[in-house]
């Protein structure tokens, strides 16, 4: 096994990237941060702060040092997770965000498990029926979905399911009258709500996500639709499918079980990447449907123009790209036997 | 290096059309044929159109509130009705087109050069420049592209124009990373290095002899990225962060319309179309040029 250095050079070629990048992502935040109209003092001290008081805090925030120093300050503070405390709040950053996470990944693993079990029958169906009717009412089918714009979905959605038909619960994670029933466990209402056995609460909450989680699901199942449909294709051309065709194997098992076995792991990749993609998504549609999540909590530290809270609310998206960039690298290592 | 084509060359191929025209009019003879293409096409066209006329064609003055006539369901005077403050949505609608206009035409003009240039740059010297350009475009990439325009505005203050150069700086790493791949393929030709033999400094192979090999897969991939462009302004003018009211810009109306939306539908469904319309249409072309310039599936026929 003296091979070692083979397998561990990409490896730690891709740690140095991965490194490098974050770093980028630390500049950008700063500077951002530094181009805000925002002045971190007046923040802090209010509008009616004497002079004294004024300079004290200027400096304490270390406003007097030149930028590169005040960036190090950046990646000490960073380093320590200490992200500052938030205006809007005055509650740590950190601790505000960790608050406001779990409503957004409910949300987010619900869309997903919808935009995949969509998008992935319907892009095997489009290859197999390559330029037939079905491939090309499949095409504008998620072409749709990729071009709603997904804020206006919501109301149109709100509009006709809940205000005219009445089938779902309306904005907000639940009805307001079980709003503060269930203890916050893990902050997952699903979870919680089951856990405590309020199986009222937890009706009302899945009323509530089923709208958002769908919304968001189809708009992501236009992606995982046209991939599948392109991995598809190239297996479709290759030998071994018509091997199996010739041979008398029913369509249904050339199609699932040959070709489909073989565009799993791209398939696991693509999933990933959609999954960061509804982040976009989720801060438009938490703002229509009143969703305490973490989109919501952007787009206010945003209006209120609040700096920590702000930069670290970007820090943490990028992060989450680039982590779920990798895990998609590293699936892709452990499940293609080709890349070991 | 007469093998590029240039608006200049005389004596065409074929009668009529000047040379460098006759692989459009093939391309668009191509995306006609197809109905989903053809779809997209005729969307723009008619953008384009209202652009363009929707001073002459719309009804009212978009900016005039009627304070008499507000919240008016759509009817034989007002098409699409009128909002909160009695404005016509129809001919606001129409004005909102030449916005849309703007953010897609000044977006291409910022993001197609950055792009190219970082991209062509970056492949043709390789080595140690190549990985500084990459990491940095690599950067940009690791977030989406709304969440970092938000971010961009917040720094620079709401308005249009800021949105425009917020988006414009998320949409080029795309573009930079295809100049990138498109330079590699023929960095090493033949006629690179004649080019570098006759004496020919850096900037000039790579605007006069990689630029133009680059051009057309980049215009499309531009075409690609015009939905989520669109996407992404209606989204910063949905949360206030775009175009300001009284402006209007089809997301900002859908904003204000969402606190009439229960008993005025209207406010809000017809800017929506609007939007879902246009980006389809880039998203249908998108692919129907995808189909007519991979030369894969063609040999699939």
């Known amino acids: ?340 | 290096m007469t093998m590029i084509p240039t608006e200049t060359g005389h004596a065409p191929a074929r009668p009529r059309l000047p040379r460098a025209l006759v692989p459009l009019a093939n391309i668009l003879g191509f995306l006609w044929r197809s109905p989903t293409s053809a779809f997209g096409l005729i969307v723009l066209g008619l953008l384009i159109a209202m652009a363009l006329l929707g001073p002459v064609l719309a009804p009212y003055d978009p900016y005039a509130q009627d304070l008499q006539a507000t919240l008016q369901a759509p009817s034989a005077a007002h098409w699409f009705g009128t909002d909160e403050l009695g404005r016509d949505i129809l001919s606001r609608l129409l004005f909102g087109a030449a916005i849309t206009l703007r953010i897609i035409f000044l977006v291409t003009i910022v993001v197609g050069p950055i792009g190219m240039a970082v991209g062509t740059v970056a492949g043709y010297f390789g080595g140690r420049v190549d990985t500084v350009l990459m990491r940095v475009t690599d950067i940009f990439l690791s977030f989406p592209s709304l969440i970092l325009s938000l971010a961009f505005v917040a720094a620079l203050g709401p308005s249009l124009n800021n949105a425009i150069i917020a988006i414009s700086l998320t949409a080029w790493p795309p573009i930079a990373r295809l100049a990138r791949a498109e330079t590699l393929t023929f960095r090493k030709a033949d006629y690179i290095s004649a080019a570098r033999l006759q004496g020919a400094s850096p900037a000039r192979i790579i605007w006069k002899s990689i630029v133009p090999m680059c051009l057309p897969s980049v215009v499309i991939r531009l075409t690609l990225n015009m939905a989520t462009v669109i996407l992404t302004a209606a989204g910063l003018g949905f949360l206030g962060l775009g175009a300001q009211p009284p402006m209007p810009e089809w997301g900002a109306m859908i904003a204000t319309g969402r606190r009439y939306m229960i008993d005025s539908w209207w406010l809000v469904t017809f800017p929506g179309i609007a939007i879902l319309l246009v980006s389809l249409a880039f998203n249908l072309l998108g692919d129907g040029l995808r189909d007519a310039l991979d030369p894969k599936q063609m040999n699939r026929r």
Not at chain 1, 30 to 47: Q, S
Not at chain 1, 121 to 148: C, E, N, Y
Not at chain 1, 246 to 258: A, F, M, N, P
């Open chain 1, 1 to 340: 096994m003296l091979r070692n250095p083979g397998w561990l050079s990409p490896l730690l070629r891709q740690a140095g990237t991965i490194l490098v990048t974050l770093l980028g992502l630390l500049v950008l935040t700063f500077v951002i941060g530094r181009l805000m109209p925002v002045d971190p003092v007046r923040a802090i001290v209010g509008e009616e702060a004497t002079r004294e008081v004024y300079e004290h805090v200027y400096q304490q925030l270390g406003l007097d040092r030149p930028l590169w120093q005040q960036f190090l300050m950046y990646l000490r503070d960073v380093a320590s997770l200490d992200f500052g405390t938030s205006l809007r709040t005055g509650q740590p950053v950190l601790q505000d965000i960790l608050h406001v996470l779990p409503a957004t990944i409910e949300l987010a693993t619900f869309a997903i498990v919808i935009g995949a079990g969509l998008g992935i029958p319907l892009g095997v169906i489009a290859a197999v029926k390559k330029d037939r009717w079905q491939d090309h009412a499949i095409r504008v089918f998620s072409l749709t979905g990729h071009s709603m714009p997904i804020f206006w979905t919501g109301m149109i959605g709100l509009l006709v399911f809940y205000a005219a038909l009445g089938w779902v619960g309306g904005a907000g994670r639940m009805d307001q009258f079980y709003i503060g029933l269930v203890p916050d466990v893990t902050g997952f209402l699903l979870i919680d709500s089951a856990l405590a056995g309020e199986w009222d609460v937890f009706r009302s909450a899945v009323n509530h996500l089923i709208l958002p989680a769908s919304l968001l699901g189809y708009s992501s199942s236009a992606y995982i639709c046209r991939m599948t449909r392109s991995f598809m294709l190239d297996q479709i051309g290759q030998e071994y499918v018509t091997t199996a065709r010739v041979k008398g194997l029913s369509e249904r098992r050339t199609i699932w079980g040959h070709a489909f076995g073989n565009i799993r792991v791209q398939l696991v990749t693509i999933v990933a990447l959609a999954y960061g993609a509804l982040l976009e998504g989720a801060v438009l549609i938490e703002t229509v449907f009143a969703w305490p999540g973490f989109g919501q909590y952007l787009t206010s530290v945003l209006r209120m123009g609040d700096m920590n809270a702000l930069m670290t609310c970007v820090l943490l998206v990028g992060v989450i790209f680039i982590a779920l960039n990798l895990i998609s690298d590293l699936l892709y290592r452990v499940f293609d036997p080709r890349t070991r």
